[in-house]
């Protein structure tokens, strides 16, 4: 299977595509892997380390952020990452990012919230109070 027909394959099939290649592995195949899929290099492939594109998209950050996986320099593992899984870093982490604004912008409003009902509850206990209401 070539690798063009491997990226173009469902996820089971790449699955069994990756066990196969698995049998076959070299060291030189095996750092040419996906970090995250394991999937072989294809044209757009992308190393983590000592690349001006890593650097500017801030990969090996969004990566810390968003997956319990710690990769460095000096592992024994493949240090590049397919565009595919690119993709999913920078939608994930754009993803957590919204969550966290979220979350920030709710408790503001709840606290804000809290603050005029409290305002009002002392209010209705101030003297004069019952005078202000409608009859
Ligand atoms: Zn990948």
Not at 1 to 12: V, Y
């Amino acid at each position: 299977m070539s690798e063009r027909m491997l990226m173009l394959s469902s996820d089971s099939e790449q699955q069994r595509q990756v066990a196969s290649s698995t049998e076959e592995l070299n060291f030189t195949a095996f750092i040419d892997l996906c970090r995250f899929c394991a999937i072989k290099s294809g044209s757009r492939f992308c190393s983590l380390f000592d690349n001006r594109e890593a650097e500017q998209r801030q990969l090996l950050f969004k990566i810390r952020t968003v997956l319990p996986i710690v990769i460095t320099k000096e592992d024994f593992l493949p240090k590049k990452i397919c565009e595919r899984c690119i993709h999913q870093v920078e939608q994930f982490f754009a993803w957590r990012t919204n969550c966290v604004q979220t979350e920030i912008i709710l408790r503001n409003y709840a606290e804000s919230m809290r603050v005029v009902s409290a305002t009002i509850n002392f209010q209705a206990l101030l003297p004069g109070y019952i005078s202000f209401q409608p009859l």
